[in-house]
């Protein structure tokens, strides 16, 4: 159990002080280190965790879990903290661990439980091994203590290992781990282990590796006979932080084992943590939280207010508080009032101007340079407002034309948009799909697309692609047309919702909402992620005319889970069909040319009226065909074509579509 010492430290600290100290020299047998790893993106982890505390909790003073963040699940997406040690790969490679979540338990191969050829070992396979060892008699035993000056941030590890067999090898390999608890953060999956869940939705990250004190294998014993008494004393300045992730000093814990070489743990001890603070200082604990009112879209300054709590148990007198805003560094008041246990106040900044696009604002206090205060407990110091969106005063075009091919795989940043959400969309393409052979842009004939993940999206979650302002003012035929591919799991509600507002989003008139069935293009789908096939596509066609005359259309896009399968958009573009006429061709029933301007390519949709031959040449200012593309004998009926225009420079053109012994002339508009 930790304690907090407040007491006068001496400058040398005698073994006595130790209470796990001295180590027991009879024969004991071997302790459990079952190392875990896992990730925040990990759907099963969470029941690794209950599982692995389980086994610790059944088994205590005797089994300890080293939780390791590591592989492609530990890797942050966009803000979420980013978990892992310098540590973890190795570890992980020597494991040869096949997915996630892993464990090895005392790093021992154990026969008939590998994932693959090494240690890791799936989480049905823990408490069986950790039973085996626990059986089994160690040649040493281990005992520790340690103790953290809570000013100076200094751990003193003290250690004491005694051979107490005939049986170990001419040296073993003494490693010391700092572990920390109750972490708050992301977690995939979090419910099938809910002990873990904070009232606020975060997941409680317990027995986390942050460091290891003796280096990636630990620190060589080459006196090993039996009878042999081992001290070691190893000291650590903790940083405030590692990976950005606070190190928060009374969370801390130091597990320490002894493995012959770089595997085969024999036993392991957990060391007992004392807490120690000079004398006439108090401990403080100060929590914050951002008072200032969200503005709206078009709103382009705010008032900073925060709201500072004092959470712990003494008076605080003298603190700062402050914001950041976009990570330009903090601006601070010293307030000198003082708060009592439990006593909270809001300082109120002068207002700050928003730039246009995403911005951060973050909040804290603290009791820095305050001599009589120490606060040990800083994660609630820092808080933040959720993002904050002002979007361009002034319209960015007069239309839409967006087919997601200037974009790598998992980009979420959308020109002349903003993706609101928890990273379950992007732009997706094939090569973003281990093992996927085919395109996956619209009708596969692109290699981009925009994705909606709902395969893992929580149901009731929702992401969301915002265009900044289109002015409408001079369209008279306004349409919005975009190709979509989803399928259900089995009989989920999917939805994509696309709406409109005139008022900088205060209010949305909805333009488009289909879900499940209705949204569907393929088959239900629940042999894993849904990967369209070209004849898995639909075309959408909307009329928005009703927005013509507007000077300010904000066009928004929302894909809300059901926890189904996935979604797929293209070819998403926002245009006036005024010029798309037919021009007395009897051969043409109807005639439809999109995006108008065009950028990289443009679509000619067309009825045919009868059977004939069709061909599409681009035409110049100057009268010149410039470009001709025969497109062969087609049937009555709907046809959609595809022109690349990337080549063109930008400005105006005629499109001339030969039916037969019939001509007609589009305006094309190319912009670069």
């Known amino acids: 159990m930790k304690r907090i010492v407040l007491s006068v430290l001496t400058v040398v600290l005698s073994v006595s002080l130790f209470a796990q100290l001295p180590v027991d020299s009879t024969v004991q047998n071997k302790n459990v280190i079952l190392e875990e790893?896992?990730?925040?993106?990990?759907?099963?982890c969470p029941d690794g965790h209950k599982i692995s505390n389980t086994i610790m909790a059944s088994n205590p003073g005797?089994?300890?879990v080293i939780n390791i963040h590591t592989g492609g699940y530990a890797v942050p997406s966009g803000n979420e903290p980013d978990f892992r040690t310098s540590f973890g790969s190795a570890i992980d490679g020597q494991a040869d661990v096949a997915g996630y979540p892993a464990g090895t338990v005392n790093r021992h191969l154990f026969a008939g439980m590998s994932q693959a050829s090494g240690t890791a070992m799936s989480r049905g396979d823990w408490q069986t091994a950790s039973n085996q060892i626990l059986g089994e008699t160690s040649y040493a035993n281990m005992a520790m203590d340690a103790t953290i000056n809570l000013q100076t941030r200094e751990l003193t590890v003290n250690v004491q290992l005694y051979f107490t067999g005939s049986g170990a090898p001419t040296s073993v390999n003494l490693n010391i781990a700092v572990i920390q608890d109750s972490i708050p953060g992301p977690q995939s999956g979090a419910s099938a282990n809910p002990s873990q869940v904070l009232p606020n939705g975060d997941y409680n990250h317990m027995h986390m590796l942050r460091h290891l004190i003796t280096g990636q294998w630990g620190e060589i014993i080459d006196t090993t006979a039996q009878g042999t008494l081992i001290q070691r004393q190893y000291t650590y300045t903790i940083p405030a932080d590692i990976n950005s992730v606070p190190m928060e000093l009374n969370n801390l814990n130091v597990v320490g084992f002894i493995a012959e070489g770089q595997q085969e743990i024999i036993t392991g001890a957990k060391a007992g943590m004392s807490l120690f603070t000079p004398p006439g200082v108090d401990i403080a604990d100060l929590s914050v939280r951002p008072d200032s009112q969200m503005p709206a879209w078009c709103d382009y300054s705010i008032d900073p207010k925060v709201k500072v709590?004092?959470?712990?148990?003494?008076p605080v007198d003298t603190f700062r508080v402050g914001y950041n805003l976009n990570d330009s560094g903090y601006v601070y008041q010293k307030i000198t009032t003082t708060l009592a246990p439990g006593d909270s106040t809001v300082i109120t900044f002068p207002t700050v101007t928003l730039p246009e696009g995403e911005n951060k604002l973050s909040v804290n206090?603290?009791?820095d340079s305050t001599s009589h205060l120490l606060e040990i407990s800083i994660a609630d110091n820092t808080a933040e407002m959720p993002p904050?969106?002002?979007f361009p005063a002034s319209p960015f075009s007069t239309t839409v034309w967006e087919d997601f091919e200037n974009y790598a795989e998992y980009d979420e940043a959308i020109d002349n948009a903003l993706i609101l959400g928890e990273g379950g969309a992007f732009v997706l393409n094939q090569y973003g799909v281990n093992g996927l052979d085919r395109p996956i842009g619209g009708y596969g004939k692109s290699e981009n697309s925009f994705f909606f993940f709902f395969y893992n999206m929580p149901a009731g979650s929702s992401e969301r692609v915002v265009w900044e302002k289109l002015d409408f003012s001079n369209n008279t035929n306004a349409r919005m047309r975009f190709d979509h591919a989803y399928a259900q799991y089995s009989a989920e509600n999917d939805m994509l919702k696309i709406e409109a507002s005139t008022d900088c989003g205060a209010t949305w008139t909805t333009l488009f909402e289909e879900s499940g069935s209705n949204l569907a293009t393929a088959p239900a789908y629940n042999s894993g992620n849904f990967f369209?096939?070209?004849n898995q596509w639909d075309t959408d066609t909307v009329d928005i005319s009703s927005l013509d005359g507007e000077s300010e259309v904000m066009i928004s896009a929302t894909g809300l889970s059901d926890y189904g399968n996935n979604l797929y958009i293209d070819n998403f573009v926002v245009f006036d069909d005024s010029n798309s006429s037919i021009r007395e061709n009897d051969n043409i029933e109807d005639l439809t040319v999109y995006p108008n301007p065009a950028r990289?390519?443009?679509?000619?949709?067309?009825?045919?009226?009868?059977?004939?031959?069709?061909?599409i040449n681009v035409i110049n200012t100057m009268g010149q065909v410039i470009s001709e593309k025969p497109m062969g004998v087609m049937t009555p009926?709907?046809?959609?074509?595809?022109?690349?225009?990337?080549?063109l420079a930008a400005g105006l053109y005629s499109l001339q579509i030969i039916t037969g012994d019939k001509v007609t002339v589009e305006r094309l508009s190319v912009t670069k």
């Open 365 to 367: 206090a603290n009791v």
């Open 62 to 64: 005797d089994v300890f």
């Open 600 to 615: 990289n390519f443009v679509n000619v949709d067309l009825t045919l009226a009868k059977t004939v031959d069709v061909q």
């Open 37 to 44: 790893f896992t990730g925040i993106h990990c759907g099963y």
């Open 637 to 647: 009926g709907k046809h959609s074509l595809n022109l690349n225009t990337s080549d």
């Open 309 to 314: 709590i004092n959470t712990g148990s003494n």
């Open 532 to 534: 369209p096939e070209s």
């Open 388 to 390: 904050i969106y002002t």
